[in-house]
Structure formats: C-alpha cells, structure tokens
Antibody, heavy 118, light 107 residues
C-alpha cells in the first residue's frame, strides 16, 4: 500500500538549514510527483514545493530563494532543504503524493513538527 | 498569486443539517480545485477533486460545485464524524494555494 513518512530534526536553530527526508513506498517516484506542504501550529496549510515524476521541481515563490527539493529514486526518498530558517518557519511539514488520476494530493505522510528556536 | 477566499471561517450545525462552504478564487482557475478535510492531529484527506468529482471512499453526502470563480462544498445530512477543518486548494497556477479553512463543529 502507498505510504509516505517524513523524518528530520524536531528542533533547528534560527539561521540554520532544515533537512527533511520523505521515504515513500507502494509507488515509484518516477510515476508520481511528491510535494511538501507545511502547517504552522494552529494555522492553515501552505504549499511549499514539488518534485515531479520527471525530476523537475517547482517551488513556492515566497520560499524559492531558500528552498531545494531533490530525490534519490533508488532509495524512494525525497529531500527538502531550506536554509536561513526563521521562527515563522516553525510548522508541521507534510510530504504528500500527487495522484495520477485525481491530479491532487491523495496520500499524505503523518507530518513532522519542526520548531525553529535557539 | 491566486488568492482563495474561504467562508465562513467557522460554523456550527446540527446532525442531519445541510452545510455549505465556499471558496472564491481571485481569478479564473477552471475546475482546478479540490476540497480537503483535516481532523485534529491528522493529515488532510481528499474529499473532492476537479471541483465536482468525489474521491474514492468518500460518502456521497459530500458534493462539490462551481459557479464561475466561486466553488462550493456541500455536506448533506451532516454526521458527527464530519467535524474538522475544511480547506480548498487550487492547482491552476504556481504557487498552489489553499483557502484559509473552515472549522466545522456539531451542535
């Protein structure tokens, strides 16, 4: 069955770099795109960016200068790196699969809470 | 960026009632809209895609419609398990944007 699982540090210091990994199973990264979505505590959802099945990427323009998404298809992993972290980057970070039939996020990871604090 | 203005921000309704949540897009997005439900501490779940198509496993009491740039999610015969926060999402253009959310509670 389709599964996604995020992993990474729960605490990052301001101005440092966040590195998250999304490990997927039940589908191929060359068949479906994987996106990152974040949610600050008690707030709404924000699309962060995506890596498409062909390997190209798209980023939220508000984050583009600080963001990088890549993948290792042999390990079924997608990576998010965001530098110059600030307290407003504190959020739950979800990775999610874009469905090939629905063209929307049909499976989600459980999310990983990232706190930016010294 | 395309703005998705969602209303109401919160509502309270009784079981078996009909509720409607709307999203107004700041420009034409065609049918590139989805609706999600999120329960506390959980990941969002896809309810409706392409504005009107019901996702797999979602009860038929959920339905989506479109009128121009206004999109609606209708829940008929509200059930206790329908509590949560509902979001719309447009994927017409980058950046994909969510509405601000509607918190649905049952009386």
């Amino acid at each position: 069955q389709v599964q996604l699982k995020e992993s990474g540090p729960g605490l990052v210091q301001p101005s440092q770099t966040l590195s998250l990994t999304c490990t997927v199973s039940g589908f191929s990264l060359t068949s479906n795109s994987v996106h990152w979505v974040r949610q600050p505590p008690g707030k709404g959802l924000e699309w962060v960016g995506a890596i498409w099945s062909g390997g190209s990427t798209d980023y939220n323009s508000a984050l583009k200068s600080r963001l990088s998404i890549s993948r290792d298809t042999s390990k079924s992993q997608v990576f998010l790196k965001m530098n110059s972290l600030q307290t407003e980057d504190t959020a739950i970070y979800f990775c999610t699969r874009n469905g090939r039939i629905t063209y929307y996020f049909d499976y989600w990871g459980q999310g990983v809470m990232v706190t930016v604090s010294s | 960026d395309i703005q998705m203005t969602q209303s109401p921000a919160s509502l309270s309704a009784s079981p078996e009632e009909i509720v409607t949540i709307t999203c107004q897009a700041s420009q034409d997005i065609g049918n590139w809209l989805a609706w999600y439900q999120q329960k506390p501490g959980k990941s969002p779940q896809l309810l409706i895609y392409s504005a009107t198509s019901l996702a797999d496993g979602i009860p038929s009491r959920f339905s989506g419609s479109r009128s121009g740039t206004q999109y609606s999610l209708k829940i008929s015969r509200l059930q206790v398990e329908d509590t949560g926060i509902y979001y719309c999402l447009q994927r017409y253009s980058n950046p994909w944007t969510f509405g601000g959310g509607t918190k649905l509670e049952l009386k």
